[in-house]
């Protein structure tokens, strides 16, 4: 499978961005992690198959909104409020196989990432 992401960009803080990923093929968990300069790859949102099942990072919560089109294999995730902390690559993911809710931020859990697209947010 592969994961081809979209969006992305420039944008002042308190603004919002739309990223969009599309997968090749049918896989069930999808998601986004992010990742700054000289840090680990940090959990961000993931959905699951059925598509009401989401979840998101403490930093994000309330700002983000993430949902899916099992049809076109497709996540996209909404960024609202966007704060200068938000700043970083952002990496589409995807699991094939389930991944148990503890397990959900770790990144070693997902097979399939995309080529990163970067968000900066501007104070």
């Known amino acids: 499978v592969q994961l081809q992401a979209s969006g992305g960009g420039l944008v002042q803080a308190g603004g919002s961005l739309r990223l969009s990923c599309a997968a090749s093929?049918?896989?069930?968990?999808m998601g986004w992690f992010r990742q700054t300069p000289g840090n680990a790859r940090e959990f961000v949102s993931v959905i699951r198959w059925s598509g009401t099942s989401t979840h998101y990072s403490d930093s994000v919560k309330g700002r983000f909104r993430i949902s899916r089109d099992n049809a076109e294999n497709t996540v996209t995730l909404q960024m609202n409020s966007l704060k200068p902390e938000d700043t970083a690559v952002y990496y589409c993911v995807a699991s094939q196989s389930r991944v148990i809710l503890s397990a959900l931020a770790l990144p070693r859990m997902y097979g399939f990432w995309g080529q990163g697209t970067l968000v900066t947010v501007s104070s």
């Open positions: 093929g049918r896989v069930l968990t």
